[in-house]
């Protein structure tokens, strides 16, 4: 069987092509590099993974890359974290609509032939406004829509999926990823409007950030806001086999899934937690800076549908996905953060 999967370099892409490749699927993988300049990580070389560089909003390619397609992973969007997602609000609205109305439109032309369905990669971040804990699928209905543009457009997402099958017919499956962790994850280099002091403190997502200033035994330890927003966190290796058995399960047509790992902890908690596998019996000393207003204040998932219908469960501690960010950013990326 054929998959076609976009932004197949960036972080979770590169990890999704490995799963599928690992279970025998031929691949085909899309990215245009825009956003590192280069794979986040080696690209895998086999004999059944084909590595095309490219636009994803680009419907004409995406028809021809589709061809004896049997699934597409729409999975190509501009995201990173939340000084990114304040930064470039624009940006992330318009082309991450762009891209998946893309993969919507090729979805429903090639539905009919050997094309099964679109899986769409959403995001836990539908939940923005979600004040409790246990975020259960059909929550994203009930409560304020998202005020951030990424939130709203990653609803979008959802809409798209829904109304191609509404309308022409398209089955789709919608999965959701919460903080997924792994190595590759890098800094999104782009023109900011926040303060020198935040874009020194806040450059990617939080482990590697938090990651990247222990090894520089950073002193007070700076954190946004009070610290007790909570966060669980997914393995990016998990993470890609859920949205894989996302893409395989029939019961999964038409259906949405949130994809967590059960681990999770505070944002104190993980500044202590990274600080003490670092730098371990230095003393730790903590320092609460000013948040960014839509800094969201749970993220903690209700998984039961996953589990039940995918057979998925997550279960890598974060202390093994802590050790392997820190591997890569001493390897990789360290040296070549700004001083």
């Given at each position: 069987m054929k998959v076609l999967v976009t932004g197949a370099a960036g972080f979770l892409g590169g990890y999704?092509?490995?799963?599928?490749?690992?279970?025998?699927y031929t691949v085909v993988g899309l990215d245009n590099l825009t956003k590192y300049g280069r794979p986040a990580r080696t690209l895998p070389d086999h004999e059944r993974y084909t590595s095309v560089i490219g636009d994803a909003?680009?419907?004409?390619?995406?028809?021809e890359l589709s061809e004896d397609c049997d699934h597409f992973i729409a999975n190509a969007a501009l995201i990173g974290g939340v000084r990114y997602m304040k930064d470039l609000a624009y940006d992330i609205l318009s082309t991450n609509n762009h891209l998946v109305g893309a993969a919507a439109e090729v979805g429903i032309r090639r539905h009919g032939e050997k094309l099964r369905k679109v899986t769409y990669v959403g995001s836990s971040m539908v939940y923005e406004g979600h004040s409790g804990n246990g975020f259960r699928e059909g929550d994203e209905r009930v409560i304020a829509p998202p005020s951030t543009a990424y939130g709203f457009q990653k609803l979008a997402v959802e809409y798209y999926a829904k109304a191609a099958w509404s309308q022409y017919g398209l089955p789709y499956t919608i999965v959701r990823p919460f903080n997924c962790v792994g190595a590759g994850e890098r800094h999104a280099p782009h023109t900011s409007t926040s303060s020198d002091e935040q874009q020194r403190m806040v450059r990617g997502h939080v482990i590697p950030d938090f990651v990247e200033r222990a090894l520089r035994r950073e002193s007070p330890f700076r954190i946004l806001g009070d610290g007790n927003q909570y966060r669980t966190f997914t393995a990016a290796?998990?993470?890609?086999?859920?949205?894989v058995l996302a893409m395989e399960s029939d019961a999964a047509h038409n259906e949405d899934f949130n994809l967590s790992g059960r681990h999770g902890c505070t944002i104190a908690e993980l500044a202590r937690l990274v600080w003490d596998r670092i730098n371990p019996g230095e003393p730790f000393a903590l320092r609460r800076e000013e948040a960014f207003p839509d800094d969201v204040r749970v993220r903690r998932p209700d998984t039961r549908k996953a589990e039940k219908v995918l057979g998925f469960v997550a279960d890598t501690p974060l202390e093994v996905?802590?050790?392997?960010?820190?591997?890569w950013v001493r390897e990789t990326e360290l040296a070549t953060v700004r001083r």
């Open positions: 999704v092509v490995e799963e599928l490749l690992t279970r025998g909003a680009d419907k004409s390619l995406l028809y290796r998990d993470m890609a086999r859920g949205i996905m802590l050790d392997e960010v820190v591997s």
